[in-house]
């Protein structure tokens, strides 16, 4: 690195401090090569950090790439949104829109901010919705998460869904079904390798088009928020029956609870002619920020 660089931790997905999910937003990070990227993201120990670049396509935002501790995302939610908020609010977005393009390693992804008395709230639109792999081992995909088949809605399958990142979704009993999972890493390792998704995604419908759920990966042994498996979350809910579906569906999905960090993830699927792939997937939250300062040159 050539120069200090600000960087910014905020909670995402938190209707107050100190809950959702953690973000480091590091800002003009375009003379910072991307294996000390890697070295910040592990330095910062969280779930995710980001690095905000010039755009390609001057008509957008900005660049994005997104680092876990151990390797960069082609795209995630709760680092798309907080980064949103940043720049909207660090007034870096030309203009002062609160509507523009951010590009990351899977293109380019919409984000709109709305104001409220609440503060200010980002959405991001989803890539399109897409099924994958059913996983039939449902007694050893159970054991993975520590529960057994019984816990498992009996009519819905284990099935990777994804905008994106693929994960792996658990439809289960009832809330303490979520609560009393406990991953064992190397049988989820297994189940994760032989559907090819990046995580297990576990909830169940509470009622009033609500969720309550945890996510569990190798990268991220579990995540207080993930918006970008609760896109994808709400379209399998939809599709299985869980919730019902309309033109237009609003669902709350309720996260990190367990782990003391909870979240609120709202998710907006529009339907058109297909039954089972919206035609628009939206997911939001709010924004809190708690650190500000300047990364210092190594």
Do not use: C
């Amino acid at each position: 690195m050539t120069k200090g660089h600000r960087i910014l931790t905020v909670d995402v997905f938190a209707e107050k401090s100190l809950a959702g999910n953690q973000l480091a937003v590091v800002l003009d990070a375009a003379d910072i090569p991307g294996d000390v990227m890697q070295r910040i993201a592990k330095e910062m120990n969280i779930s995710e950090t980001t690095f905000v670049m010039p755009p390609a396509d001057p008509a957008h935002a900005a660049k994005v790439r997104i680092f876990t501790p151990a390797s960069e995302l082609p795209f995630a939610g709760h680092p798309t949104v907080g980064t949103a908020w940043v720049l909207a609010t660090e007034g870096l977005v030309p203009g002062g829109s609160l509507e523009f393009v951010l590009e990351e390693g899977i293109g380019p992804v919409k984000v709109r901010g709305v104001k409220s008395q609440g503060g200010l709230t980002f959405w991001m639109t989803h890539p399109e919705l897409a099924f994958g792999a059913v996983e039939r081992r449902r007694v050893q995909a159970a054991e993975a998460i520590g529960l057994t088949e019984d816990d498992l809605v009996a009519d819905v399958p284990v099935q990777v869904a994804t905008t994106g990142n693929p994960f792996l979704f658990f439809a289960l009993r009832d809330a303490s079904a979520v609560d009393e999972a406990a991953p064992d890493m190397e049988l989820l390792g297994d189940v994760l390798d032989g559907t090819h998704a990046f995580g297990a995604f576990v909830f169940t419908a509470v009622g009033g088009n609500r969720l309550y759920s945890r996510m569990f990966s190798l990268d991220i042994p579990e995540d207080p928020a993930t918006g970008s498996g609760s896109g994808p979350l709400g379209g399998f809910a939809v599709k299985y029956g869980l919730v019902a579906r309309a033109p237009r569906v609003a669902i709350v999905n309720e996260q990190g609870t367990k782990m003391g960090r909870q979240s609120f993830i709202h998710i907006e699927l529009t339907y058109g002619d297909s039954e089972d792939i919206p035609s628009q997937i939206e997911v939001g939250g709010s924004v809190r920020p708690v650190i500000t300062g300047t990364l210092l040159d190594s």
